[in-house]
């Protein structure tokens, strides 16, 4: 069992590195070991590892395969805030392979269990990833209600980069929503904090808003 704890640790390390070839590698023989001597919880634990490498990777498939490989090992030793958390993460991969209304259902099935086992942060992720799908459903009102209750979680549990995702989901709700002037300002709220958490990729993806929302009011230049 140490041994495929070791093996899993030098994979995530290789993961936070951001060399994901070696880190599945190394995953992969700690799920071996783990399989081998039966500890389903770890196994369970390295499966849903594997799952996030392929997400990294861009390869959703097969992190949902994964994903959902771990889940049925999770529910089997019924560790429920683990649950959420795979329930959570299957739903970001259905929505990157567009099948949103089975994003949803993960969400909102990862937003129960994180409020019965309390647990703030896993529920401000689902509620932020509830109202991100629901606008790719077109739903811009429920958009907005789940976008603003993460935002108050977000801003509760200190999370600031999580906050500054929030503060431009409902920039962007607002936008679709065509009040333009407050989807205006959560931008400009949501620029500043990206600014001040160094978030590069998200503070380009404000920046794009900014934008997109200004040429639509005529404000080409």
């Known amino acids: 069992t140490s041994e495929g704890t070791t093996l899993n640790c030098i994979g995530l390390i290789y993961t936070y590195l951001g060399n994901y070839s070696q880190a599945l590698d190394y995953y992969q023989q700690a799920l071996a070991i783990r399989r081998e001597v039966k500890a389903r919880a770890d196994e369970g634990t390295t ?75 896993g529920e401000g992720s689902a509620l932020s990833n509830i109202g991100v799908t629901y606008g790719q459903l077109g739903d811009y009102s429920q958009d907005l209600d789940y976008s603003q209750q993460a935002l108050v979680i977000k801003r509760e549990i200190g999370d600031r980069k999580g906050e500054s995702t929030a503060l431009n989901n409902i920039g962007l709700a607002y936008s679709n929503l065509g009040n333009y002037s407050r989807a205006l300002n959560y931008y400009q709220q949501a620029l500043a904090l990206k600014r001040e958490v160094k978030d590069r990729a998200g503070e380009g993806k404000t920046l794009s808003n900014i934008g997109l929302l200004l040429d639509k009011i005529q404000e080409t230049e």
């Open 47 to 121: 499966l849903y590892n594997i799952g996030g490498t392929y997400k990294e990777l861009g390869d959703y498939s097969q992190a949902l395969s994964y994903y959902q490989q771990a889940l049925v090992i999770i529910r089997e030793v019924t560790a429920r805030a683990e649950e959420g958390t795979i329930l959570n993460s299957i739903g970001g991969a259905y929505y990157q392979l567009n099948s949103y209304s089975q994003a949803l259902d993960h969400h909102q099935q990862a937003l129960a269990i994180s409020r019965e086992v309390r647990d703030r942060a």
